[in-house]
């Protein structure tokens, strides 16, 4: 019998290949971009549980945040290209201020990953050393 879930993964324990697969799904460059059977198979998931994973939780929480995230870009594309000044519709200054400081907030914690982050780094990924930067010092 094969081993379904050979990582123990459970309620509490994420399973490695979930990351892995979101890489290849998600990854414009991927060999199997778009395709969730493909993916899963790719990163070692059983071929039924592969049909499956679009209906698991943790996917569609993926999605949900990505989903997010593209929704906040198109929200500040359009905020910045409103046009306060040259009389077109009228614009709820007050509502606009809401909608930006929305969309900050959403971008700034879903969207970590993808580089919207206001934090300021005293560690690397994950907790790790920051790197060290390599200086080159001339001899006079």
């Known amino acids: 019998m094969a081993v ?10 994420l399973d490695p290949r979930q990351k892995l697969f979101w890489e290849k799904y998600s990854n414009p460059k991927s060999e199997t971009f778009g395709n969730i059977t493909q993916s899963g198979l790719s990163v070692g998931y059983t071929e039924g549980y592969s049909d499956e994973i679009g209906q698991s939780d943790w996917f569609r929480e993926k999605l949900w945040k990505l ?48 580089g919207y982050s206001s934090r300021t780094e005293h560690t690397g990924a994950n907790g790790a050393d920051l790197p060290t930067p390599i200086l080159t010092i001339a001899k006079e």
């Open 4 to 13: 379904t879930n050979p990582n123990g993964a459970n309620q509490f324990l």
């Open 67 to 114: 989903n997010s995230v593209f929704s906040s870009e198109r929200k500040m594309k359009e905020l910045l290209e409103l046009d306060l000044n040259n009389g077109g519709d009228k614009v709820d200054v007050g509502i606009a201020r809401i909608q930006a400081d929305l969309v900050k907030f959403l971008a700034s914690t879903l969207g970590k990953e993808e």
